[in-house]
């Protein structure tokens, strides 16, 4: 089966590749030039079925199944914050290192060395049929310090519910079994072996 990824982020690319072995997984770009998706909703849920109709009418192909992934981080010391404006906490144009600092320095400004956080992802399927989400979250503990360079994105100072060490520093096989985008991905796939 063929799916098209629409997301810009290697990291989700490469998680889902990883986790959607037995599927051909392409990242939209190989179909056409990526563009800018306006994403305004105000849930995960909203960004990711916004994304995934956005993908499914520009690649104009009817045979077609396309896969978006919103996800974010919400800090329970920040009133749930970045939450789905985890991409652009440092701003517009912030890269996953701008906004990881942000968050540290978020943190210190509460004067908290470490919050009770969690990770969501919404996973949108759009077919020319029909349109699905699905969600999974990750429960764990976000630190003021950075740590290991492994994952993406603010993994460096989350550590898992369970785990004494930042998803940075834990195998990539740790984070493919037990994070928020792995469990929506289970359950995308029962959506998916209907199809
Ligand atoms: P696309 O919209 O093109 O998919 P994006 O990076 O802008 O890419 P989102 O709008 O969903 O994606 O923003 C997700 C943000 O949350 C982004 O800053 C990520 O770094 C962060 N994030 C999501 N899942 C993560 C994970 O598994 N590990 C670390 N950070 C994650």
């Given at each position: 089966?063929?799916?098209?990824?629409a997301?810009?982020?290697?990291?989700?690319?490469?998680?889902?590749?990883?986790?959607?072995?037995?599927?051909?997984?392409?990242?939209?770009?190989?179909?056409?030039?990526?563009?800018?998706?306006?994403?305004?909703?105000?849930t995960?849920?909203d960004?990711?079925?916004?994304?995934?109709?956005?993908?499914?009418?520009?690649?104009?192909m009817?045979?077609?199944?396309?896969?978006?992934?919103d996800?974010?981080i919400s800090?329970?010391?920040?009133?749930?914050?970045?939450?789905i404006?985890?991409?652009r906490?440092?701003?517009?144009?912030?890269?996953?290192?701008?906004n990881?600092?942000?968050?540290?320095?978020?943190?210190?400004?509460h004067?908290?060395?470490?919050?009770?956080a969690?990770?969501?992802?919404?996973?949108?399927?759009?077919?020319?049929?029909?349109?699905?989400?699905?969600?999974?979250?990750?429960?764990?503990?976000?630190?003021?310090?950075?740590?290991?360079?492994?994952?993406?994105?603010?993994?460096?100072?989350?550590?898992?519910?369970?785990?004494d060490?930042?998803?940075?520093?834990?195998?990539n096989e740790?984070?493919q079994?037990?994070?928020?985008?792995?469990?929506?991905?289970?359950l995308?796939?029962?959506?998916?072996?209907?199809?």
């Open positions: 089966m063929k799916l098209v990824l997301t810009s982020n290697k990291g989700k690319v490469r998680e889902i590749q990883q986790f959607y072995k037995d599927y051909e997984v392409i990242p939209y770009s190989e179909f056409i030039d990526e563009f800018e998706i306006i994403e305004d909703g105000i995960f849920k960004n990711a079925l916004i994304k995934a109709r956005a993908v499914f009418n520009a690649i104009k009817d045979n077609i199944i396309v896969l978006a992934d996800s974010g800090v329970d010391v920040l009133g749930g914050e970045p939450g404006y985890s991409a906490y440092a701003g517009k144009d912030a890269n996953d290192k701008d990881l600092y942000k968050l540290v320095q978020s943190l210190e400004l004067n908290v060395t470490n919050s009770k969690y990770y969501t992802a919404a996973i949108a399927i759009v077919t020319k049929e029909s349109e699905f989400c699905v969600h999974g979250w990750m429960y764990g503990t976000v630190l003021n310090e950075v740590k290991g360079d492994g994952g993406f994105g603010y993994d460096p100072i989350f550590v898992p519910e369970g785990y060490k930042t998803l940075g520093e834990l195998n740790i984070k079994k037990i994070s928020h985008r792995a469990k929506a991905l289970s995308a796939k029962v959506i998916l072996q209907t199809l």
